[in-house]
């Protein structure tokens, strides 16, 4: 291995550390405690060193955002593809999308909340949140139903699942009607 290689590989394992430790403590402690002097300390390379990797925790956001939203992909597809029949497949979609939504609150607010400075809906969105929604369009497309556009279909979808998720996780809904919710949601806009 070249200087070089060793020292890209050391670069980008410290930009890993960087992102799985601001992702850690935002989840522990919400994002407000997310600084890059708390993350400089962290890790133990000083600010500079951090700052040789990401401008600032509007960039650092932006790549947990990244990595939950191929991780989210990722786990949309796996339940998906276990479940039998489209409305199954729907039904699966959606515990797998809210199920995500619980156990990772400070990477999906990464993802949808946050400002990380990544264009969404845009020819120059990056690829993993591409790919996040291709995940989704691929279960829900085949039953948008006749007429109805699938990409269109998927984001009314999404948004639904978006509102039950920030809205339980905020109280404004009770947790233990999330089953119920998920039911009338796949059943009324899935059309198999």
């Avoid at 890993?16 to 601001?22: D, F, K």
């Avoid at 002097?37 to 947990?64: D, M, N, T």
């Avoid at 497309?141 to 905020?170: I, K, M, N, S």
């Amino acid at each position: 291995m070249s200087v070089q290689e060793r020292k890209q590989r050391e670069r980008a394992d410290r930009e890993r550390l960087i992102v799985e430790t601001a992702r850690e403590l935002a989840e522990q402690q919400g994002w407000d405690a997310v600084t890059t002097r708390r993350l400089a300390e962290r890790i133990e390379y000083s600010q500079p060193v951090l700052y040789s990797h990401f401008r600032g925790k509007r960039e650092i956001i932006g790549a947990v955002a990244l990595q939950g939203a191929a991780e989210l992909a990722a786990a949309v597809r796996a339940a998906t593809a276990a479940a039998d029949g489209p409305r199954a497949r729907v039904a699966a979609l959606a515990r797998a999308y809210l199920d995500f939504a619980e156990r990772h609150p400070a990477v999906y607010d990464a993802i949808f909340q946050l400002d990380g400075g990544l264009p969404y809906a845009r020819e120059d969105t990056p690829e993993p949140l591409k790919d996040a929604f291709a995940a989704l369009l691929e279960c829900l497309g085949e039953v948008a139903g006749d007429g109805v556009h699938p990409g269109l279909f998927t984001e009314t979808f999404w948004a639904a699942l978006h509102g039950v998720a920030t809205l339980t996780r905020a109280g404004r809904l009770p947790p233990e009607d999330t089953g119920l919710r998920l039911e009338l949601l796949v059943e009324r806009l899935s059309v198999v």
